[in-house]
C-alpha cells in the first residue's frame, strides 16, 4: 500500500478522476487496497490479481458518476466457487462546461454554470466577442479555432460541451472532435431543420448515426425559453439532468425556428 494514499491525494488535488476499491470480505486479504485511474491502470492490489481485473470496469464507471458501492464478485476456484465484497468509492473531477461560441446566450450561461460549480471554459476565434469584460466570470478565455483548442484539451465524462456559433465553419469541426472522445454533455444551438442538414453532412464527414445521436439539438430543456437568460437556463437544466441521469429527451423541443 506503499505510496497508495499520496497517490489519491495527488490525483485528489489535481482535479482528476479516481475511485478506490477495498476489499471487504473474502479471502484472506480483507483491508487491501486498489487504486484505479481513468485509463485503467492500477496501483497496489485486492491480493489476486484475477480479482483486480474484474474490479476495473465497475471502478472506471464510478470515477465519472461518483457512486460508492458494495460489488460481489465470484471467481472460480478449487475445489469451489469463492466470493468477494469490494467497496468502490469514485472521485469525479469537477464537472467542467465548455461554450463553444461567446455569443449572448454565453454570457449568462457562463453565469449560471459558475453559480452551479462548474469550471467553465469559453472558446471563440472571434477576439471581439471572447473578452474579459464580457465573460468577467469564465475560468478561461480562450481566442482560438475551437476544434484545434478541444484537440489538445483533457476531454471526458465530467466535461459539458455547449456548441453555440451557429456556423457550419465552426461548430461541424468542433462537434467532430468532441464527439470522438467521452465526453458527458454535447449540445448544439440551431433549429430541427438545422440539426438535420447538419446531420446529413456530419455523416458524410465520417460521423456514425450513434456519435450523431449523442448531440443534443435543439439546444436545452423546453422551458419555453425565449430571451438570452432563458435559453442559457434551458441549456444549463439539460446540461445538469444529463449530468445526473435523468432523461431530458421529451421536453428537450422548445426551439422551433
Do not use: C
Request: proline residues 5%; charged residues 25%.
Amino acid at each position: 500500500m506503499s505510496g497508495l494514499y499520496e497517490e489519491l491525494t495527488e490525483q485528489l488535488g489535481q482535479e482528476k478522476g479516481v475511485a478506490l476499491a477495498t476489499l471487504v470480505q473474502g479471502g484472506e486479504h480483507v483491508g487491501d487496497k486498489l487504486l484505479i485511474f481513468p485509463d485503467g491502470k492500477t496501483h497496489g492490489t485486492l491480493g489476486r490479481s484475477d480479482l483486480d481485473s474484474l474490479v476495473v470496469a465497475d471502478a472506471e464507471r464510478a470515477i465519472w458518476n461518483g457512486d460508492a458501492n458494495t460489488y460481489t464478485y465470484h471467481i472460480e476456484g478449487v475445489p469451489e466457487k469463492e466470493t468477494f465484497e469490494v467497496f468502490i468509492e469514485g472521485f469525479p473531477p469537477p464537472p467542467s462546461l465548455i461554450i463553444v461560441g461567446a455569443g449572448h446566450i454565453a454570457i449568462p450561461l457562463t453565469t449560471f454554470a459558475k453559480t452551479l460549480n462548474y469550471r467553465v471554459v469559453v472558446v471563440d476565434a472571434r477576439s471581439a466577442f471572447a473578452t474579459r469584460e464580457r465573460f468577467p466570470h469564465a475560468d478561461e478565455l480562450i481566442v482560438a479555432w475551437p476544434d484545434e483548442v478541444l484537440e489538445t484539451m483533457d476531454l471526458n465524462p465530467s466535461t459539458s460541451v455547449a456548441v453555440l456559433t451557429h456556423d457550419p465553419k465552426f461548430d461541424e469541426p468542433t462537434l467532430k472532435v468532441v464527439l470522438a472522445r467521452r465526453v458527458g454533455y454535447v449540445g448544439a444551438i440551431g433549429s430541427r431543420k438545422t440539426g438535420a442538414e447538419r446531420a446529413e453532412r456530419l455523416k458524410k464527414q465520417g460521423l456514425t448515426d450513434e456519435q450523431i445521436q449523442r448531440i443534443h439539438g435543439p439546444i436545452g430543456l423546453n422551458i419555453g425559453a425565449a430571451s438570452p437568460e432563458e435559453m442559457a437556463l434551458a441549456i444549463m437544466a439539460e446540461v445538469v439532468a444529463t449530468r445526473h441521469g435523468k432523461d431530458a429527451s421529451t421536453i428537450r423541443d422548445w426551439q422551433k425556428k
